[in-house]
């Protein structure tokens, strides 16, 4: 019997050193109370600028997505970080009994032991590393595509709340307009020189004014709460925050390769890291195909005899019916499938470049029409227009008219900035990188 007690110690030991289970049980407290500190904090905030810098420290400091992506990637990393083991090696022990034994016989009852192990005759052990080590750096390759998508969205969203703090500021100046002129309104019909439906003309004005003021509040609220969500900071935060003007790409038309469009698209770029990955995980299932080698040995003592026995097996299993074909089928498919979706997504690519590039430059010339011909006109009549009243050539009424059309005319100004910007941003989505970064390198060359 105390033959057997150094397996049972050895197996004790291996056991022993098995990972043990830890409970990590759920809780939202944690989020819960950084969002009531920073909300307290941020009551006393005064009016501050929040540069693009700053938000784009804090996006990758606190963004959930970022943080989710990045323990994907340390979580691949540690198991490339660990080589293939080999296959466990099996051990068994028991008692053999023996009845109606001979006369002058040992003992009837005797232990034995048995171990076997594999040993694999193919780089499948090697092929399962390479394979981790490629699932890791797809992961690196989606926390870098993945920060690249959200640095562009950021710089979206930024970019357009800054462009509608800007009409927000024209639209003040027509809101002060409007109630100037509603005053003098009111006091000329007191006076007998205009009639109450001139003044309910002007009242309907300036309630008009006050919805385009509510709705361009709503489209900066929902802005700031895009950005919320991608800085991880509570709506207080935001609240009295000013923003810096955007890098907009001021060039004739931006420069761009198709080498660079492919380069920089980050769909491709994962479907490349996809790619790589189906290549590896195919040569791993063709390892699979072929067997290991099984090597087992024995030591045991037959019953009623004082003989020990030695016992040593090589086996193989025989691929005849099972050679991994289902796998390597599946393997082999997934990787077609991925090389299809590649050309399918490079093909997209270029006609969406092409489509939106056009797009862009339409909506650049028209931005660029508006601001130089139609505002600086309409600032020119309004010029105008206030001398000839003050020689009593036109009347009050008539320079208004020139006063409000020269602000309408700088809201679709204001106005069409947010949509050039919004049709920028969409390009760069689509080319990985900001048009100046393009121009910047293509000046470098």
């Not at 397996?7 to 939202?28: A, T």
């Not at 006369?103 to 052990?125: D, E, K, M």
């Not at 870098?144 to 500021?169: A, M, P």
């Not at 761009?256 to 479907?271: F, M, R, T, V």
Request: proline content about 4%; charged content about 25%.
């Amino acid at each position: 019997m105390s033959k057997q007690l150094p397996p049972i110690l050895l197996l004790g030991l291996m056991v022993s050193g098995c990972v043990h289970y830890r409970p990590q049980p759920l809780s939202h407290r944690d989020v819960v109370a950084r969002y009531e500190r920073l909300r307290t904090d941020d009551q006393e905030a005064g009016e501050a600028v929040l540069t693009f810098a700053e938000a784009q420290a804090l996006m990758d400091r606190n963004n959930r997505r970022l943080k989710e992506i990045r323990q994907a990637y340390q979580t691949m990393q540690n198991v490339a970080d660990i080589p293939t083991p080999w296959p466990n090696p099996s051990i068994s022990t028991g008692f053999k009994h023996g009845v109606h034994l001979p006369n002058g016989h040992s003992a009837s009852t005797q232990p034995f032991v048995s171990l076997g192990f594999a040993v694999p005759l193919t780089s499948r052990l090697s092929r399962q590393d390479d394979l981790n080590s490629t699932l890791s750096h797809q992961k690196a390759t989606e926390l870098k595509t993945e920060h690249r998508r959200l640095f562009l969205k950021l710089r979206q969203v930024y970019g357009t709340l800054y462009f509608l703090q800007q009409k927000r500021e024209t639209l003040q100046i027509l809101t002060d307009f409007v109630q100037w002129k509603l005053d003098e309104t009111r006091s000329l019909v007191d006076s007998g020189v205009y009639s109450p439906l001139d003044r309910a003309v002007v009242t309907q004005q300036r309630h008009l004014v006050e919805q385009q003021n509510l709705e361009l509040q709503t489209r900066i609220l929902k802005a700031s709460g895009k950005l919320a969500a991608m800085l991880d900071m509570p709506m207080q935060f935001f609240h009295g925050k000013h923003y810096e003007k955007p890098s907009v790409f001021e060039g004739k038309e931006p420069i761009l390769s198709q080498g660079d469009l492919l380069e920089n698209h980050l769909d491709l770029a994962n479907l490349r890291a996809r790619y790589e990955v189906a290549e590896k995980r195919l040569r791993l299932e063709i390892a699979k195909q072929f067997p290991d080698l099984q090597i087992g040995g024995n030591h045991n003592r037959e019953p009623g005899e004082n003989k020990v026995f030695y016992g040593l097996a090589i086996g193989v299993n025989l691929p005849v019916f099972d050679r991994n074909q289902v796998r390597i089928a599946e393997a082999a498919g997934a990787r077609d499938e991925v090389f299809a979706q590649y050309e399918k997504e490079v093909a997209n690519a270029l006609i969406s470049a092409d489509s939106l590039f056009k797009q862009y430059q339409t909506e650049k010339q028209r931005q660029k029409h508006l601001d130089n011909s139609v505002v600086k006109q309409a600032l020119r009549s309004r010029d105008l227009a206030r001398d000839s009243f003050k020689t009593d050539q036109i009347t009050l009424l008539r320079y208004w008219d020139f006063e409000e059309d020269c602000i309408e005319q700088q809201l679709k100004s204001s106005e069409g900035m947010i949509q050039l910007w919004q049709q920028q941003a969409e390009l760069e989505a689509l080319c990985g990188k900001p048009l100046t970064d393009f121009a910047a390198e293509s000046a470098k060359r």
